[in-house]
């Protein structure tokens, strides 16, 4: 069994989404192992362009199984839209595409830390796309995050909870910023 892999600097724009699609078609899984939606894979076929953030390249050949493994963040309102977007276009994305379900979820409380701490460093910012994909990774590692099998969770309401006071604290009495609500989906 071979196995290519496909591999950035961690920068991005290095095209690892282009060499994927190139090589997608000689393979059985197409894999996401790690980052989040700052992902901008722009694919071409034929004259149908599509532009993915969450889901693999793979998608969009037949006969593959694109996976997102556990070590991916993921935004589950970003991630429905992408969904939505390549059902419209007749995708099969129930046949082609698994979630691990030890993803982290990326809430919009990461996005507004992301957010916070870029304007508290002002001309010293890193330049984050502001998507809460770092905060997220921070909150998997302090295990105090939130995963896709956590949906179901008897405590997942507890636990937002904590999250939040420790966030706003956070975005309030140190960065100076405002407080995140907690708003009801659905």
Known sequence: MTNTVAIGIQWGDEGKGKIVDLLAPKMDVVARFQGGPNAGHTLVIGDQ???????????????????????????????????????E????????????????????????????????????????????????????????????????????DARIDENLRYVNFMLVEFLGAEAVKKRRCG
Request: include cysteine; hydrophobic fraction near 40%.
């Open 89 to 156: 276009a007749n995708i099969p994305v129930n046949e082609r595409l698994r979630i691990s379900d030890r993803c982290q979820l990326i809430l919009p409380y990461h996005r507004a830390l992301d957010a916070a701490r870029e304007a508290a460093k002002g001309k010293g910012k890193i330049g984050t796309t502001g998507r809460g994909i770092g905060p997220c990774y921070e909150d998997k590692t302090a295990r105090r995050g939130i995963r896709l099998v956590d949906l179901t969770a008897d405590d997942l």
């Open 49 to 87: 362009k599509t532009v993915l953030n969450h889901i693999p390249s793979g998608i969009l050949h037949e006969n593959i199984l694109s996976l997102i493994g556990n070590g991916t963040v993921v935004d589950p309102f970003r991630l429905v839209e992408e969904l939505d977007m390549l059902l």
